[in-house]
């Protein structure tokens, strides 16, 4: 089915749509929310999370040179914060065909429409805060790249279920994972490398692009040497997910 894309409802309409709806679920696998590739996928797809702020503005330059080198494709989570410490680097970025750029949020929260905390950290207070925090940095990404981004994931990567009906009505798919790469960026190199070499077909990966100096980049890098030389194909979100 082709056709017009569907107008982006306004702030005031997603309030109106949404007000009075209680949430059911929070957590990393709401209902909506893409954990793996469609049925029958034979790829794995990378993704990255760039959360910004104080001590999460960093870039692991020999990471993204990795993936270039093994010609490997990711979807990187550019938060608005990081896109606004690293302005000439997002453009970079958004300018090379390998990567596909995705919604971070803006302040890196928690996407809950009653302010439910996530690793301590205060989520969204409310359904105005749940399109503030997705379409702020929407508008940034749009300007980065000359379109939308067609998936979000919010910081933490928990959401409740309202949110992520929120993020649909939006036009964004709310993406979250089923390998988790590095924990966080806590996981030693070995460790990274063990957790993403298990992914199997279909799976969704999730690490950290802005930990340089963490175990993420050596693991990783490892882990897709081998993948690679083992013939897994790995593509980005947005080729896997028809329009
Ligand atoms: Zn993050």
């Not at 957590?27 to 794995?44: C, D, I, K, M, Y």
């Not at 000439?88 to 803006?106: I, Q």
């Not at 340089?212 to 790995?234: K, N, V």
């Amino acid at each position: 089915m082709g056709g017009a894309p569907r107008a982006v409802p306004s702030r005031a309409e997603i309030i109106d749509r949404y007000t009075g709806r209680t949430p059911h679920y929070w957590g990393l696998e709401a209902p909506g929310v893409v954990t793996h590739l469609p049925n029958g996928s034979r790829g794995v797809a990378l993704t990255l999370d760039f959360c910004g702020g104080p001590g999460g503005s960093s870039f692991d330059p020999d990471l993204i040179a990795g993936l270039q080198r093994l010609r490997v494709p990711a979807t990187l989570f550019l938060n608005a914060r990081w896109i606004a410490g690293n302005q000439s680097l997002a453009g970079e970025l958004a300018g090379d065909p390998l990567f596909e750029l995705a919604n971070h949020g803006t302040n890196h929260l928690p996407l809950s429409v009653i302010g439910n905390a996530a690793y301590g950290i205060p989520g969204t207070a409310g359904i105005g805060s749940v399109y503030d925090e997705v379409m702020a940095n929407d508008a940034v990404l749009t300007a980065l790249t000359g379109q939308r981004s067609r998936f979000f994931r919010p910081g933490t990567a928990y959401l409740d279920d309202v949110a992520a009906r929120i993020c649909h009505d939006l036009g964004l798919v709310p993406a979250g994972f089923s390998i988790n790469g590095d924990g966080g960026a806590t996981y030693p190199a070995g460790t990274v490398t063990t957790e993403t070499t298990a992914a199997g077909a279909a799976a969704i990966i999730i690490a950290h692009g802005n930990r340089p100096g963490s175990g993420t980049g050596p693991g990783l890098l490892r882990a897709l040497g081998i993948m690679t030389d083992a013939g897994t194909p790995f593509v980005t979100l947005g080729d896997a997910f028809p329009v």
